[in-house]
């Protein structure tokens, strides 16, 4: 079983729509949790962090559940601009492990 | 800040030729990271320094890759020989050293080795 796991997609959805990715983790002891957005041929970029309360940052909300060791994403009204494929990233101080990401493509 | 800078951006060489990648972090991150993506593998740690010290090379692939950082301001993934099954595109990141900040990613070295 592979320490992050996430669908690998793709979500084809149509603009204004709200998109959801689940990914699941294997190490309980996680502490940090991330989600980068990587568009095509470019270099991966935080999207934003994931607490344990939840949070949100505009159309985003991160979530965690640790009973069920997974982390989501939520995005509502989603743009065009936001097709890209998302990571995960979950592990410790500097022992991070990435997700092979789940590609979006939202379409007009 | 011109954040975590890489070269080259592309890189063709030839089967069984040395390869040098190249890494300035940002200013004041005392956390480097070389990571090689592939369609098939994902994202892969290869090692990661902290105040300039290896830490954990357990995902360099074998012994033809080394990486060295001689100050806070520079590192280096070498490769050699250079086989075909090397081709990825190789990415540097850094942060300030607490996992809380994320990690920023250089624009990546493109290597092809034919």
């Known amino acids: 079983r592979k320490e992050v796991e996430q669908d690998p997609g793709p979500f084809n959805v149509p603009e204004g729509a709200t998109v959801a990715f689940n990914c699941t983790y294997s190490?309980?002891?996680?502490?940090?949790f991330f989600w980068y957005r990587q568009d095509c041929r470019k270099e991966p970029k935080l999207l934003m962090s994931?607490?344990?309360s939840g949070n949100e940052d505009g159309r985003f909300t991160a979530q965690l559940n640790r009973a069920s060791q997974y982390i989501s994403l939520l995005i509502r009204d989603s743009k065009l601009s936001d097709s890209a494929t998302y990571l995960c990233?979950?592990?410790?101080?500097?022992?991070?492990?990435f997700g092979a990401g789940t590609r979006l493509t939202v379409k007009p | 800040d011109a954040g975590v800078i890489q070269s080259p951006r592309h890189e063709v060489t030839e089967m069984g030729q040395e390869v040098t990648l190249r890494c300035k972090p940002i200013?004041?991150?005392?956390?480097l990271f070389w990571y090689r993506q592939t369609m098939m593998r994902g994202l892969e740690l290869l090692i990661y320094?902290?105040?300039?010290?290896?830490?954990?090379d357990s995902g360099m692939p074998e012994d033809r890759f080394s990486a060295k950082m001689p100050n806070a301001s520079f590192s280096t993934l070498k490769i050699q020989p250079s086989e075909p099954r090397d081709s990825a595109v190789y990415f540097c990141?850094?942060?300030?050293?607490?996992?809380?900040?994320?990690?920023?990613f250089g624009s990546g070295t493109r290597l092809t080795v034919v």
């Open positions: 190490n309980s002891a996680s502490q940090s």
């Open positions: 990233v979950v592990g410790n101080n500097n022992d991070m492990r």
């Open positions: 320094f902290n105040n300039n010290v290896p830490i954990d």
């Open positions: 994931v607490y344990s």
């Open positions: 200013s004041g991150h005392n956390s």
């Open positions: 990141a850094s942060s300030p050293g607490q996992a809380l900040y994320g990690y920023t």
